[in-house]
Structures are given as structure tokens and as C-alpha cells.
């Protein structure tokens, strides 16, 4: 345990004042406490020391989200919250206010002031990276970090239109690009929507 970790000091020391609502073989879920921002707001927290949520292995992370899954569900049945906001802070930039890693779970109520805000409306829209040519170096530039935490991109098989042996097949293949191009008309008309939506973010 490092020098100046609250919550390895909490889990070590003071495991009265940890409010859990939720627990696995390696997180707990806790309220925040004592200065909750939303009843019920809560932490998935793992039980040792990792410094951020990029420190979990694989493992960790698919029992991460089964918990977080569990304590969606759980605020949403106990305490009637009409909806729910989870958030991970990652680093010190990305808001991460303490050395452990964890994710929030807010309850979010619809009677509340702040009720169909969504948490990204915190970033307000830049116009300097809104030109085609600044999305194509961003794209490349995550693309080309081929990081892959668990499959390395590289490793990953390439996507190919499946090779066409019968004209029954051939058929059927044409049936079901109608039906996705149905679909995408009604995606891109909600998309058209969604855009026109004075909503600043998501
Ligand atoms: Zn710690």
C-alpha cells in the first residue's frame, strides 16, 4: 500500500466506515461517503492497491462490470431511480481524484434539477477540431497506437465479404442487404435527428 492512499487506508483501517452495497472476490461496491452527489451514489473499487483502472487485468475488468452491472440494476430496483450515469476517471487529467482505481455509479432521478443532462456535456464543443482533415489525424493516429490490451489489432482477422457458392445463397445475400439498408435509412434518419439536437454533448 502506498503512502497517501485513502481508499487502501479505508480498507486496511477503517472498514466501519466503508458503506458497502456490493462485493466480488476482488472489488467492492461502496456508497461515496460522507458527501454523497447523488443518493446512492456509488464506487466500484478494487479490493488491493491498483493505481488506475488501466492496472486491472482482463479478468478483473469482465468482474468489474458484472458488479457495476449488478449495482445498475440494484439502484435502479431499490432506490426507483429512473436512470444511471457511470463514470471512470482515468488519471489525474482525466479527473481522477484519488490514487486508486475506481468507477462511479450515479443514480440519476428525473425530478432532479440536473435530470437529462448527460456527464460528457461537461466538454463543450471545440471548433478547431471539428475539420475533416483533424478527424483523419485523429483516426490514424489511435489507429496506428494498435495497442490492443487484450487482442493486439493486428492480430484481429480482417472483415471479407463472404464468398458466394449458390445462387440461393446469392439470393438470400441480396434479401438481407435490403433489410440493412432499410435499417441504415432509419438509422441515418435518426442520426439526422440526433444531430439537429441542441443537446452540447453525450
Ligand atoms: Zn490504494
Redesign the pocket.
Known amino acids: ?2 503512502q497517501q ?5 479505508f ?1 486496511n483501517n477503517k472498514p466501519e466506515d466503508i458503506w458497502v452495497v456490493g462485493e466480488t472476490e476482488n472489488f467492492y461496491a461502496w456508497l461515496e461517503y460522507p458527501e454523497p452527489r447523488a443518493k446512492g451514489q456509488t464506487n466500484i473499487v ?1 479490493k ?4 488506475s483502472l488501466m492496472e486491472l487485468t482482463e479478468k478483473e475488468w469482465d468482474e468489474a462490470m458484472g458488479l457495476l452491472r449488478e449495482i445498475v440494476q440494484s439502484v435502479t430496483i431499490g432506490l426507483d431511480a429512473d436512470g444511471v450515469s457511470v463514470t471512470m476517471n482515468i488519471k489525474e487529467a482525466g479527473g481522477q481524484m ?4 475506481y468507477i462511479q455509479i450515479f443514480p440519476r432521478f428525473s425530478g432532479d434539477e440536473n435530470a437529462g443532462t448527460p456527464t460528457g456535456a461537461i466538454f463543450s464543443k471545440k471548433q478547431e477540431i471539428q475539420s475533416e482533415e483533424v478527424f483523419q489525424k485523429v483516426q490514424s493516429s489511435i489507429k496506428d497506437a494498435e495497442v490492443g490490451v487484450n487482442k493486439p489489432l493486428k492480430q484481429r482477422p480482417k472483415v471479407s465479404k463472404r464468398h458466394m457458392e449458390s445462387t440461393e445463397e446469392q439470393e438470400e445475400k441480396e434479401k438481407e442487404e435490403e433489410e440493412k439498408e432499410e435499417e441504415n435509412e432509419r438509422n441515418k434518419n435518426a442520426a439526422e435527428q440526433w444531430k439537429r439536437m441542441k443537446r452540447g454533448s453525450y
Open positions: 500500500m502506498p492512499c485513502p481508499f487502501c487506508y480498507i478494487p488491493e492497491h491498483k493505481e484519488v490514487p486508486h482505481a
